[in-house]
């Protein structure tokens, strides 16, 4: 199967876990209004993006269970794997939802953030937490009577948490509306994306596959975060070195992390390497609303040879990355192949 068919089988999935959650709601006596709000909001929120999280569930389990491609699965078994897939999808949902509105976003993935669609407003707040609740409740229908139906509350949880945890730091660190440098560092930045970003989009896609395949000895889902997490830090270095260093055409948008304060890998680079000169040049001008001051810092950017120290990181984790996954014990039934592939759809990406 093709990359898109891929995907666009995975979608065929979602209508019906709405149609299960919409059921949940009239069994509680809810009123067709409420029902219809929040089929809205699952269907706004949750099927938009680019579905890498929910599609790695999948593609981890082919890979576990030594399928040739994800059409070898049954039906029953790539209904339910693609469940978890679903579950992760909305767990992103419910971060966005909220994280747009404590950023005051206006858009998100081409269309008004749900809290700026007209008639939602605050109301975001609590389909947020109902993005989540939904999680928990396809969980307790499909796999409550699973001997690993645990795991997967334990999972979820644990990753909320961290995710969380990560947000929290970004957010007093880095406020848009007050800028100070000296609270950055690259051990913050270094919790802020192992924790908003690693756990939830790289360990917990492959953990949830594990226990589906029944790969579930506690050294196998170490061996597994060992390099997961590690490339989820190094996915994220990514994303800040190309907004700042990519153009819109490669990326698909206009990079913003200089204006936004950001906490990211470039800013924290620089100030490493700044003279007192350009250090007092991005005090002044980092995370300043406009096109001027974000144009002065990011010359700072340039002078200081930051593509070349990303150059020297990348292939450095790269290296390191590849020496761990060669070193996989599999003799329990865990596959450095899951791993590989992670790396490679990272390895040298320009979008």
Same mark, same amino acid.
């Given at each position: 199967?093709?990359?898109?068919? @891929? ?137 409550? @009577? ?121 800013? @924290? ?20 609303? @406009? ?61």
């Amino acid at each position: 199967m093709s990359k898109e068919d @891929n995907r666009n089988k995975f979608l065929k999935e979602f209508p019906d876990l709405v149609v299960e959650l919409k059921q949940v709601l009239a069994q509680y006596g809810m009123p067709q209004e409420a029902i219809t709000w929040y089929e809205n909001s699952l269907n706004y929120n949750t099927p938009g993006g680019k579905l890498n999280r929910g599609l790695s569930v999948v593609d981890t389990y082919a890979i576990l269970k030594g399928y040739k491609s994800v059409s070898e699965l049954s039906q029953e078994e790539y209904k339910k794997v693609a469940l978890l897939g679903w579950c992760i999808e909305l767990l992103q949902a419910y971060f966005l939802v909220a994280d747009d509105m404590m950023d005051k976003s206006i858009t998100r993935r081409g269309q008004p953030c749900w809290y700026k669609v007209e008639n939602v407003g605050d109301v975001a707040i609590n389909d947020a937490f109902m993005l989540e609740a939904a999680i928990y409740i396809l969980l307790k229908k499909h796999f409550r @009577n699973e001997s690993y139906y645990v795991d997967l509350l334990e999972l979820f949880h644990d990753v909320t948490f961290q995710t969380e945890l990560g947000q929290l730091l970004d957010l007093i660190t880095a406020p848009e509306d007050k800028v100070d440098l000296s609270k950055f560092s690259m051990k913050k930045h270094s919790f802020i994306v192992t924790f908003k970003t690693a756990y939830y989009s790289f360990y917990l896609p492959v953990a949830l596959a594990m226990h589906m395949a029944g790969i579930n000895d506690e050294r196998d889902l170490k061996q597994a975060q060992d390099v997961l997490i590690p490339l989820g830090e190094y996915f994220q270095i990514q994303d800040d070195f190309l907004d700042c260093f990519g153009t819109p055409e490669q990326i698909g948008k206009i990079g913003t992390d200089i204006q936004d304060n950001k906490c990211s890998w470039v800013i @924290n680079k620089a100030l490493e390497l700044a003279t007192s000169e350009q250090r007092k040049v991005l005090d002044d001008n980092y995370g300043q609303k @406009n096109k001027t001051a974000e144009e002065k810092c990011r010359k700072i950017f340039y002078d200081l040879q930051l593509q070349k120290y990303y150059e020297d990181y990348e292939e450095g984790i790269a290296q390191q990355l590849k020496e761990k996954i060669s070193r996989i014990d599999e003799s329990r039934g865990f596959k450095g192949d899951v791993l590989t592939a992670f790396l490679n759809k990272v390895y040298k990406r320009t979008k």
